[in-house]
């Protein structure tokens, strides 16, 4: 069987989305964080680490569904795309988040992986966006913010690297 031409260019992005090469994995940004930070922010820095993964997991989930749904409304800017608190309302919330996004993270690596996906087509729903360009945002925008989430988490003295 014939490999697809493009093959190549879907393996490396979805390499990008998992977090591949110089960043640390989602997994590994989140993992073992106590519940009494979570909604902290460290001194002088904008964001909680809830905050933060919040706006990763509705980002991606409205970049996600614009990909793949004609009738999807994006949230307002920029409101729409953060908490509206600075701590998760529980640890149950904070897991569901957590879940969310990998489950969102997981459908966009299928889209892309999918061979039937043209990955070069303009959304017809958008105005010139491609799922590529898409899936690209979305790597782009969870390695700016997982970054971010490092840096929280090494102010409140909370990372193990």
Known sequence: MKAAP???LRQHVLYLLDGGGAHATFDQVVAGLPAKLRGRKPGGYPHTPWMLLEHMRIAQWDILEFSRNPKHQS???????????????SSAAWNKSIQSFRKNLK????LVKNPKTDLFARIPW???QTILREALLVADH??????Q???VRRLLGAWPG
């Open 6 to 8: 493009d093959l190549a």
């Open 75 to 89: 949230p307002n800017w920029p409101a729409g795309y953060w908490p509206k608190g600075e701590a998760p309302p």
């Open 107 to 110: 459908a966009m690596q299928q």
């Open 126 to 128: 958008g105005d010139g």
């Open 142 to 147: 969870n390695a700016y913010h997982l970054g």
């Open 149 to 151: 989430l490092v840096d």
